[in-house]
């Protein structure tokens, strides 16, 4: 994955529906403040900063360290991948299913902000010290 270099603020504003385009506002200026990176698009991804992952099994890339997209059914967040030990603890989120190394949120009003903050900033911080249990992570941007 890279970056497209897209206009962040013409994508965020031609989402739908509008509480997903609230939400996306919502999730840029946390991202920013979390991370202290602006934001930039990877396709309909709104990614903060990048880093390089390889498993062990040989299969690498290259992803944003925090990012989210506003789809139509719900705001994906991206979060350290689930396999690692100190994975963020969600439970006192507020309604959220999960995915692999997502968070699928339908509206930003009815979960906890500075839980999901909380999330964010340890995921960052354990990808950014590279001190994850499941990949080799280099942080590129």
């Known amino acids: 994955m890279k970056p497209t270099g897209g206009d962040v603020a013409a994508f965020v504003a031609a989402v739908t529906p509008a ?6 506002e919502t999730m840029i200026a946390m991202m920013s403040e979390v991370s ?13 900063g990048s880093y390089h992952y390889r498993y062990p099994t040989g299969t690498e ?17 991206y979060l350290l991948d689930p396999r690692d ?5 969600l439970s006192k989120l507020g ?3 999960t995915g692999a190394s997502c968070v699928y949120l339908k509206d930003l ?15 960052l911080a ?11 992570i280099t942080v590129t941007g």
Request: avoid cysteine; charged fraction near 25%.
């Open 95 to 97: 309604p959220h299913t």
């Open 36 to 48: 202290g990176r602006e934001p930039v698009l990877w396709g309909t991804i709104v990614g903060f």
């Open 109 to 123: 009003a009815d979960i906890d902000l500075d839980v999901l903050r909380a999330a964010l900033t340890q995921s």
């Open 126 to 136: 354990r990808l950014t010290s590279g001190a994850v249990d499941y990949a080799e």
């Open 61 to 77: 890339g290259d992803v944003p360290l925090l990012g989210f997209s506003p789809r139509r059914q719900a705001t994906t967040v």
């Open 19 to 24: 509480v997903r385009r609230r939400d996306a």
């Open 85 to 89: 030990s100190a994975a963020p603890d």
